[in-house]
């Protein structure tokens, strides 16, 4: 299951045919991330990239709560500091998983400005 649920990832949640029951394992959680995408998550309407995504409500941004699972904070323990259902935590979890590098890129431009 670990080899399966790694060859999905690194090909960004493409389905890969031969792996059965996981395929379909596969599509039905993609299809429920996107329904949590869809609810939790918004851009900026003002034509920003990706990294710019925000959680809704609260409008927390997914690069600042993606550097707190980084280092170690519970996801629950940020669902309450923030005020959102656990929903949105899994959701941010999500986009990040389809715009890593982007996301990435965000947060080391914010490190790199407080240790400049």
């Known amino acids: 299951m670990l080899v399966a649920t790694l060859v999905f990832l690194i090909l960004g949640g493409r389905v890969i045919p031969g792996y059965g029951k996981r395929g379909v394992d596969v599509v039905q959680q993609r299809n429920g991330d996107e329904e949590l995408i ?3 998550i ?3 309407a003002s034509g920003a990239g990706v990294e710019r995504a925000r959680l809704v409500p609260g409008g927390a941004s997914i690069w600042s709560l993606i550097t707190r699972l980084q280092h170690g904070d519970a996801e629950a323990v940020l669902a309450r500091e923030y005020d959102v259902p656990l929903d949105a935590i899994h959701a941010a ?7 890593q590098v982007e996301i990435d890129a965000q947060i080391a431009l914010v490190n790199a400005a407080f240790t400049n």
Do not use: E, F
Request: glycine share 0%; hydrophobic share 40%.
């Open 38 to 40: 869809a609810q939790y």
């Open 42 to 44: 918004v851009l900026p």
């Open 93 to 99: 979890r999500a986009y990040y998983a389809r715009h």
